[in-house]
């Protein structure tokens, strides 16, 4: 099963602890595999970051992550931290599909991470895009004062809502009957 426990699409919920205890006694009576894709775990600036369901059972819970949002997509660089009961399979898996794997990169990318600059990169980029989502969010509803939501969370999956106004405020402006 695949799932984005922290941020479901296409309203950005979060699953709840009683859902989440519900998927891993499922998972762990059939002995199934989860696999958890925390796509925007690293810019969540709307509310406080939800632990990774992995966190909770790293046996039956496959994390995968990349910086494809937070350095550069043509990176294709990410990871798959799996339990230990799959990782033969999943290593086997990996090598059949092709054997273009990055060498250089990767090596540059742990180098990054291990110095603690992917760190310091995601929390000054995360506050600058938080940042930014205020202003935006504060712009719109100026353009548009019956918009309801707050800033929207990150990938921007959560709709707004509007509400039509009774009467157009050019028609006030111009005097227009209506």
């Given at each position: 099963m695949l799932l984005t426990p922290a941020h479901q699409f296409p309203t950005g919920a979060v699953l709840s602890p009683e859902r989440?205890?519900?998927?891993?006694?499922?998972?762990d009576a059939r002995e199934a595999l989860i696999i958890e894709d925390d796509y925007d775990a690293e810019y969540r600036y709307d509310r406080?970051?939800?632990g990774a369901l992995q966190g909770l059972r790293p046996d039956?819970?496959?994390?995968?992550?990349?910086?494809?949002?937070?350095?550069?997509?043509?990176?294709?660089?990410?990871?798959?931290?799996?339990?230990?009961?799959?990782?033969?399979?999943?290593?086997?898996a990996r090598?059949?599909?092709?054997?273009?794997?990055?060498a250089l990169e990767q090596l540059a990318l742990a180098d990054f991470i291990t110095r603690g600059a992917y760190?310091?990169?995601?929390?000054?980029?995360?506050?600058?895009?938080?940042?930014?989502?205020?202003?935006?969010?504060?712009?719109?509803?100026?353009?548009c004062p019956a918009r309801r939501s707050a800033a929207p969370p990150p990938a921007c999956t959560s709709p707004s809502t509007y509400r039509a106004p009774t009467k157009p405020r050019w028609s006030r402006r111009a005097g227009a009957p209506g």
């Open positions: 989440r205890t519900e998927l891993l006694r499922w998972a406080a970051p939800v039956l819970v496959a994390h995968v992550g990349s910086v494809s949002k937070t350095l550069a997509p043509a990176l294709r660089l990410g990871w798959l931290i799996a339990p230990a009961a799959w990782r033969a399979r999943l290593f086997d090598g059949s599909l092709d054997h273009g794997l990055p760190d310091r990169h995601l929390r000054r980029s995360g506050a600058r895009t938080g940042a930014a989502a205020t202003r935006c969010s504060r712009h719109s509803r100026r353009g």
